[in-house]
């Protein structure tokens, strides 16, 4: 039998950024520009327990592109464990020609950078610029200042990017250069602007000024993840999850449960939350649903293996309403 060979050199990039800022539709954009031939993989990290992104990412498509999800808080806690499973396998799997990497908008991505450590030392990986995307209209609300998180996307930085900038009035660009500068950053050098995530695939080229180190301090906990659980016989399964000041609550659906597109649009439209992601199984098709704010996109899938949302809150809910309300969209087909 053939040995197969090392894995050596595969370009990495961490895209981080807070929540909401666009993550998700900018490895979207980039995937749908990775050159032909070329095998893509994405490790994506969500603070919730039921992992979306996945599902929003899209599919394997003819080997090229692999995902893998790491649910329930900090994927580096607990000596980098979850996230260095994770990524072994996805190594293995895919042997992939490019690594990206989103760490939750809730994560410290030090910490991310950290665990990688080991990789990068040994040659397995090479690290690349990592990207934080910003709204700089956040810029002056005080839980983006007073958070150490926040502070620590943009100081990792090797690239800002400014997303959404088509939105910004006046000066909230020169608020942000502003903030950069306190933070000990040249936004000439650092600070790119993008609209709707069109992040460049050359950007992912530049190199990485992170000084690795084997050790950094671990804040969280890691959670275990529903990915192999086993649905109850009701066909679905909640999880919840709190941390950072930010409640969560997933749910997961068995995909013989089909949703009515319009009483799910209805519902998600008029959600208070911070964030909310989902992927459904309809009667119209599979959908993907993304809704930071007050602005909700929709988008069409190809496929999905089963149903499942996630919505992020500042404050506790009334989490059994919300459950109510998911299962009376439930198409009556």
Not at 111 to 132: I, K, M, N, P, Y
Not at 233 to 241: D, F, V
């Amino acid at each position: 039998m053939q040995k197969r060979e090392a894995i050596r050199g595969v370009p990495v990039n961490v895209i981080t950024g807070f929540l909401g800022v666009g993550k998700t539709t900018a490895i979207r954009h980039l995937l749908n520009k990775k050159p032909s031939g070329e095998r893509w993989a994405v490790l994506v990290n969500e603070f919730g327990e039921v992992g979306v992104d996945g599902g929003l990412f899209g599919s394997s498509r003819d080997g090229e592109l692999f995902i893998r999800e790491v649910p329930g808080g900090c994927m580096c806690c607990s000596a980098g464990l979850p996230m260095q499973v994770a990524l072994n396998q996805l190594l293995t799997r895919a042997r992939p020609h490019r690594l990206l990497i989103e760490p939750t908008g809730l994560g410290h991505p030090q910490e991310v950078l950290g665990t990688l450590a080991g990789q990068v030392a040994s040659g397995v990986l090479d690290l690349r610029a990592t990207l934080t995307l910003v709204d700089a209209r956040c810029i002056e609300d005080d839980r983006y200042l007073k958070s150490d998180t926040f502070r620590q996307q943009l100081e990792v930085a090797d690239l800002v990017v400014a997303n959404k900038v088509d939105l910004y009035g006046e000066r909230e660009l020169e608020n942000l250069s502003r903030f950069l500068g306190f933070l000990g950053k040249d936004a000439e050098e650092s600070l790119l602007t993008v609209e709707q995530g069109r992040i460049q695939l050359e950007w992912l080229h530049g190199p990485s000024n992170f000084q690795v180190e084997e050790n950094y301090p671990h804040i969280h906990q890691s959670l275990p993840s529903v990915e192999d659980e086993t649905l109850p016989e009701c066909g679905y399964l909640r999880k919840e999850n709190r941390g950072g000041g930010y409640y969560s609550c997933g749910w997961r659906f068995d995909p013989m449960m089909v949703f009515d597109y319009d009483q799910l649009f209805a519902l998600i439209s008029g959600a208070d939350a911070e964030r909310v992601k989902g992927v459904f199984i309809t009667g119209q098709g599979v959908f993907g649903f993304n809704k930071s704010g007050d602005v909700l996109s929709v988008m069409d899938l190809d496929d999905a293996i089963d149903s499942r949302v996630e919505v992020i809150v500042q404050e506790p809910r009334n989490w059994c309403a919300l459950e109510s309300a998911l299962l009376n969209a439930l198409s009556a087909d």
